[in-house]
């Protein structure tokens, strides 16, 4: 072979090994993307609506029935179900999967009992958002039922006491809301609770700031979007599920 010969394959492989690394570098890039995109589902009521219903009750209300259509489609789709106490304590370039997706159910509505056994029979999990205020109180889930969701794998969340705008509170108030449904939460489950739902999706960056300093990592909106995977967020977006949600946008 001449020299010139020698020369053509060293240029070809130097090529090829460029390709080949530009290659695993995008591959890599993409892989990112891809685990860091995490859809966050909104529940609320899991109960058939009523004729009686008005607007509102009929829209937060989705059936049992459909909502198991939905975990069947989760799981055909090749999703799996985490909480956010699964997330990884790191940024992206983590080992969550591809198709991971957190289901949330706000208001701690009896009827959430429903959408737990579902789960449960499914080895899945979920995240439940309860207004410790209305804990034990007719139309919601009763302390016993939660520590059980818990001890079953659920994740309990805080909706903070009473339901009120965070946004419009004044620090005290603002910090008891937090705090104290955070200390009967984990009475209840004993373990710790690291998650709450801003209630009417209401929140500021005091109302974030007042999370942080109170041992939360994640605050739940009611914004639209899919979030990063990340070590603390206090502004996770959300998919709403109204009642005619009946096809999942995943
Ligand atoms: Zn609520």
Same mark, same amino acid.
């Given at each position: 072979m001449t020299l010139f010969g020698i020369?053509?394959?060293?240029? #070809?492989?130097?090529?090829?090994? /460029?390709?080949?690394?530009?290659?695993?570098?995008? +591959?890599?890039?993409?892989?990112?993307?891809? !685990?860091?995109?995490?859809?966050?589902?909104?529940?609320?009521?899991?109960?058939?609506?009523?004729?009686?219903?008005?607007?509102?009750?009929?829209? #937060?209300?989705?059936?049992?029935? /459909?909502?198991?259509?939905?975990?069947?489609?989760? +799981?055909?789709?090749?999703?799996?179900?985490? !909480?956010?106490?699964?997330?990884?304590?790191?940024?992206?370039?983590?080992?969550?999967?591809?198709?991971?997706?957190?289901?949330?159910?706000?208001?701690?509505?009896?009827?959430?009992?429903?959408?737990?056994?579902?789960?449960r029979k499914r080895k899945l999990k979920g995240v439940f958002f309860i207004i410790t205020s209305q804990i034990n109180k007719p139309g919601h889930l009763n302390a016993s039922q939660i520590r059980e969701m818990s001890q079953s794998g659920m994740e309990i969340g805080s909706h903070t006491v009473h339901h009120y705008n965070l946004s419009t509170l004044k620090v005290s108030l603002l910090e008891s809301e937090v705090v104290q449904s955070k200390v009967v939460l984990e009475n209840i489950t004993s373990k710790s609770v690291i998650s709450l739902c801003y209630p009417s999706g209401k929140y500021s960056p005091a109302v974030m700031a007042a999370l942080k300093t109170s041992g939360y990592r994640y605050g739940r909106t009611t914004l639209p979007g899919v979030n990063l995977a990340i070590s603390a967020n206090y502004e996770i977006k959300v998919i709403r599920i109204h009642n005619y949600s009946l096809k999942l946008p995943l």
């Open positions: 020369l053509i394959i060293i240029h #070809l492989m130097y090529n090829l090994l /460029n390709k080949f690394i530009f290659f695993v570098s995008v +591959a890599g890039l993409l892989s990112i993307t891809f !685990t860091a995109d995490i859809p966050v589902l909104m529940y609320h009521h899991i109960r058939t609506p009523s004729p009686t219903d008005n607007a509102l009750l009929r829209d #937060l209300s989705f059936s049992p029935a /459909n909502f198991s259509k939905h975990l069947d489609y989760l +799981a055909e789709s090749g999703y799996t179900p985490i !909480t956010l106490k699964d997330l990884p304590h790191t940024i992206p370039g983590n080992n969550i999967k591809s198709k991971t997706v957190i289901l949330t159910f706000d208001d701690g509505y009896a009827d959430n009992w429903q959408a737990f056994l579902e789960l």
